[in-house]
């Protein structure tokens, strides 16, 4: 567990949360749309995804809420000098309560006691703009533009960094 908090927690998926995690995934359509040009994926794919994650050096997260065991978000992130948080997402049902926020904090806590000196996220730009604008409320600045490549869909983004 990497950290835990009076209403949720944060640890490693594990094969037994495929269900649960698909279903947070597949919960959150507008960005599947935006982000593969699909609306559900399938446990096939998330598998493949969780390996190719940890094939280059991350870890997938689930975040859990405690009183009812039930994932409600997924985080990858791969820890370093510079950590890179590459995914925070949180079950459609449970967004816009501040839970991102809460998470995030935690997470950066988390990153500070591995002694990382920075955090580096790449934000889609053509999503959503309040995902941009919650990266900066939170300390982050942009470093450069980019293009990421999401499973074969090439997507105009931006590399941001926050120095701990």
Known sequence: MIFQSKDFYV??????????VLEMYNSNEKFLINHMDKNKV????LVQELKSMKDIGFHSYKLVESNTERIIGIVDLRIGKEAYLSLLMIHGDFQG???GNI?????EKYIKSLKSKS????VVTNYDNSVLKFWINNGF???????????????????MKKFL
């Open 119 to 122: 955090i580096r996220i790449d």
């Open 103 to 107: 998470i995030f904090k935690g997470i």
């Open 42 to 45: 399938t446990n096939e794919w």
């Open 11 to 20: 640890s490693l998926v594990e094969n037994k949360d495929i269900q649960e």
């Open 141 to 159: 600045t942009k470093i450069k533009d980019v293009e990421l490549n999401w499973t074969g869909k090439v997507l105009p983004a931006v590399a």
């Open 97 to 99: 309560k501040g839970l």
